[in-house]
T-cell receptor
């Protein structure tokens, strides 16, 4: 059974204080690992897809990395507008319909 | 280009009542999904569709039915609502042909069953 565990559950940072969110996964043949951002009362918004260990992707203050067992979302010099819940999901090989298994998310709060 | 839209945004039902949630996408995506999101549970797949006229069960399908009569629309029905179905429901769509492509989500419907 595919599993995704995110840590910490909640993270409070001061503006400018860099940190990382963790996503550990077990999956039979990773086809893709996805990061989403979710603001309160809204749907998840796509951020990144990572396909293989060693891959990295960046977008503004966010950088996602992938190993064979986990992914990190690094946040450099965060701003209050980066406050949101960050979701990680995996797609296993062999699923023809793109099934995603989601973690429970990390709630990030950035204080000015 | 509105992306994925959901109707209604909020709804309160009494136990035993029925309702239909509508999802519409204007991106010509083949695949569509219905999820529910509960505190501490993450997003869980209810039903999905790989094309017009086809639907299949996800991981938590009990108590729900779906229909995909048109490519752009995916309906989620609750025939007899129960308090356990109080949740936030999200629809998503995905382009076929790119096996690793991301899913695009709608804004959600918050349903309360009393």
């Amino acid at each position: 059974e595919d599993q995704v565990t995110q840590s910490p559950e909640a993270l409070r940072l001061q503006e400018g204080e860099s940190s990382s969110l963790n996503c550990s996964y077990t999956v039979s043949g990773l086809r893709g690992l996805f990061w989403y951002r979710q603001d309160p009362g809204k749907g998840p918004e796509f951020l990144f897809t990572l396909y293989s260990a060693g891959e990295e992707k960046e977008k503004e203050r966010l950088k996602a990395t992938l190993t064979k067992k986990e992914s990190f979302l690094h946040i450099t010099a965060p701003k209050p507008e980066d406050s949101a819940t960050y979701l990680c999901a995996v797609q296993a090989g062999g699923t023809s319909y793109g099934k995603l298994t989601f973690g429970q998310g990390t709630i990030l709060t950035v204080h000015p | 280009n509105a992306g994925v839209t959901q109707t209604p945004k909020f709804r309160v039902l009494k136990t035993g009542q029925s309702m239909t949630l509508l999802c519409a996408q204007d991106m010509n995506h083949e695949y569509m999904y219905w999820y529910r999101q509960d505190p501490g549970m993450g997003l869980r797949l209810i039903h999905y569709s790989v094309g017009e006229g086809t639907t299949a069960k996800g991981e938590v399908p009990d108590g729900y039915n779906v229909s995909r009569l048109k490519k752009q629309n995916f309906l989620l029905g609750l025939e007899s609502a129960a308090p356990s179905q109080t949740s936030v429901y999200f629809c998503a769509s995905r382009k076929v042909g790119l096996s690793r492509s991301e899913q695009y989500f709608g804004p959600g419907t918050r349903l309360t069953v009393t």
